[in-house]
């Protein structure tokens, strides 16, 4: 039986990593949960003064070291663009506290606007990727995003797409 003790520089190297360990699982988000609005197959979609904006995206919940927020990502892209910009309007929608509803079906509380926010305004032809987060709000248990695309006009009032809703997604 070999008697010999690990060196003090291989404990503190095991400790050390042991701690990176601890802390960057802490740090790193973790997803909840995501729910869809549209997708690439099915955008939701914006025309007017011969643009065509198109955008989709999904709602989750994450938590991390910015604590727990909504996290919303974006597709969006536009074509037929003159100097004409694309963005989606995104509103962070939450129930009203406890919903008692079967895993299956979805919470039928009512819904509030949380918070909102807007991409930014792109012109690319192919889809660019956005990302918005948000303050989550603590005391509801259901959370939904609304999402409506824009054109970006100079001097012309933006035209708007209907509204797309995800799924309630429960935190």
């Not at 042991?18 to 197959?41: E, H, K, Y």
């Not at 939701?44 to 919303?72: E, F, H, I, M």
Request: charged share 10%; proline share 5%; with cysteine.
């Amino acid at each position: 039986m070999s008697s010999e003790r690990p060196s003090r520089t291989s404990v503190k190297l095991v400790s050390l990593v042991t701690a990176l360990l601890i802390v960057g699982a802490a740090l790193a988000p973790v997803a909840v949960g995501a729910v869809w609005w549209n997708s690439s197959g099915s955008p939701l979609t914006v025309t007017g003064y011969g643009s065509t904006g198109k955008g989709y995206g999904k709602l989750a919940v994450t938590s991390g070291g910015s604590g727990t927020v909504y996290s919303a990502t974006t597709y969006q892209k536009i074509s037929n663009a003159d100097n004409h910009k694309v963005y989606a309007q995104l509103t962070y929608y939450s129930n009203s506290g406890v919903c008692f509803a079967p895993s299956f079906a979805q919470c039928t509380s009512q819904y509030y606007v949380h918070a909102s926010d807007n991409t930014e305004a792109t012109s690319s032809s192919s889809y660019v990727t956005d990302y918005e987060s948000a303050p989550i709000d603590g005391y509801a248990s259901y959370h939904r995003l609304r999402a409506r695309m824009i054109l970006a006009i100079p001097y012309r009032p933006d035209p708007g797409s209907g509204y797309s809703w995800t799924p309630g997604l429960e935190y």
